[in-house]
């Protein structure tokens, strides 16, 4: 099984923005709510033009695990959904494809494979690539492992580690960094 890989580098996550910003405002807000908010895809792509519309709020039984979650929309996401929901219907998928109907996960990890390529990234994406981008950058900004496993629904903070690649991070520094 290939595992995929955050994208540790925050000019590679700009990148990436900048290339779906120029092909389509649907895919870089798929990337951008994906990267700061660490929902599961299957959970960003349930949601309703209602569900993110004039809140302060998303809020969600996650499908995984069946918890419910709420948390903010933050300053970089709320002008980007308000533009993007203007005119729509409430109860329209928010994540449509061009023939109407919402978009899946095999659509989902073609257009974020496809653009990471795009940008010139080499790292092994999938869907999980955003979740694990939000989870990494997270814990290097607030170091708080506890935090980021309760976000997650993470059994424990080794999991959670090992899951946004800080564990393999510390290993190829200590790899690297030993000369005997």
Known sequence: MTTVEPIRNKKDIEKVEKYLLKTSKRDHLLFVMGTNCG???SDILALNVGDVRSKAYIQIVEKKTGKFKKFPINAKLKPLIEEFVKGR??????F???WGNRINRINAYYLLRDACKNAGLHEKVGT???RKTFGYHHYQQFKDVVLLQKIFNHSSPQITLRYIGIEQDQIDYSYNNFIL
């Open 96 to 98: 449509r494809s061009y």
């Open 39 to 41: 929902l599961r895809i």
């Open 89 to 94: 219907r409430d109860k329209e998928p928010l």
């Open 128 to 130: 999980h690539t955003m």
